[in-house]
């Protein structure tokens, strides 16, 4: 059964940002005897949204595992500075929804949390899939899956959302579907989202800031000021991103930028 998304609302930026900030201090990463990562130095602000692109293989998917703490920098530190007393919580969505066959979607949602049964239905109601708890995961299209995916990253309240290729395997009209939930619920619920993806233009697009890797290291970092929905075709987002493509074909090439 096909859902509806609720229709996109006009996106400007309402509240001051919260979120997790991050520092990550000289972070390097080697696999044997190759460096894929070399002296990362970054602040990222709290609240902002921050796209990583990059060359096949440069290292953007080892990058969002190391701030996630699922993988050990070889050199240096990451920092998350959190909104409360306590760590900073995390959570990160990937390519592949990695929902459980065997589970119900809302039991899916509620994956290693007891109860808040009333919140994992309103989370599906926030990802446009209301009533759908009781189905299998083998009910729902792809886009579904990633939405049930969302809702579960979201039920964690995760103050740094990490998302790795999200729209990666999804239709084009899908995915223009997902980047537009994924905007609204981060203009509705400040917190700081990464986000590691191929498309130049879904980067563009969603984020505060680009940041594209070369050889191992941040090679432009472009802010993005352009208001939000009035981005998609705008004549400098379609000069940045044949910039960006330049710098993606001739990595070497890549400066630093700030707009
Ligand atoms: N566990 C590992 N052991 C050895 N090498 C690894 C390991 N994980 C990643 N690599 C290597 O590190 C490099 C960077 O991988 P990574 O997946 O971070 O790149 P990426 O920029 O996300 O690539 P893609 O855009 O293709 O997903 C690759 O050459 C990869 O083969």
């Given at each position: 059964m096909a859902s509806q998304l609720p229709p996109p609302v006009p996106v400007t930026r309402p509240h001051a940002s919260k979120g997790a900030g991050l520092s990550l201090d000289s972070v390097g990463r080697q696999y044997g005897d190759r460096w894929i990562l070399r002296n990362l130095d970054l602040e990222i602000e709290p609240g902002s949204f921050v796209s990583f692109l990059g060359?096949?293989?440069?290292?953007k998917s080892t990058l969002l595992r190391i701030i996630a703490g699922l993988e050990q920098p070889s050199t240096g530190s990451v920092t998350l500075h959190g909104s409360g007393p306590g760590p900073a919580t995390a959570r990160m969505m990937f390519q592949e929804d990695r929902l459980l066959p065997w589970r119900s979607v809302e039991d899916n949602v509620r994956l290693g949390v007891n109860g808040r049964r009333h919140e994992a239905r309103s989370l599906l109601r926030a990802v446009g899939l209301d009533g759908r708890g009781s189905a299998w995961p083998t009910e729902l299209s792809g886009g579904q899956k990633q939405r049930v995916a969302l809702a579960r990253a979201l039920l964690h309240h995760p103050e740094l959302l990490l998302l790795d290729?999200?729209?990666?395997?999804?239709d084009a009209i899908t995915r223009i579907r997902m980047q537009q939930l994924v905007e609204r619920l981060w203009l509705d619920q400040p917190r700081t989202v990464l986000l590691v993806t191929h498309d130049v233009e879904e980067a563009l697009v969603l984020s505060d800031r680009v940041l594209v890797l070369a050889a191992g290291s941040v090679g432009r970092d472009l802010r993005v000021g352009l208001p939000r929905g009035e981005r998609r075709g705008h004549p400098r987002l379609v000069a940045w991103k044949e910039e960006i493509l330049q710098d993606l074909l001739e990595p070497a090439s890549a400066g630093t930028e700030a707009a």
């Open positions: 060359p096949s293989g440069v290292g290729e999200p729209f990666g395997a999804l």
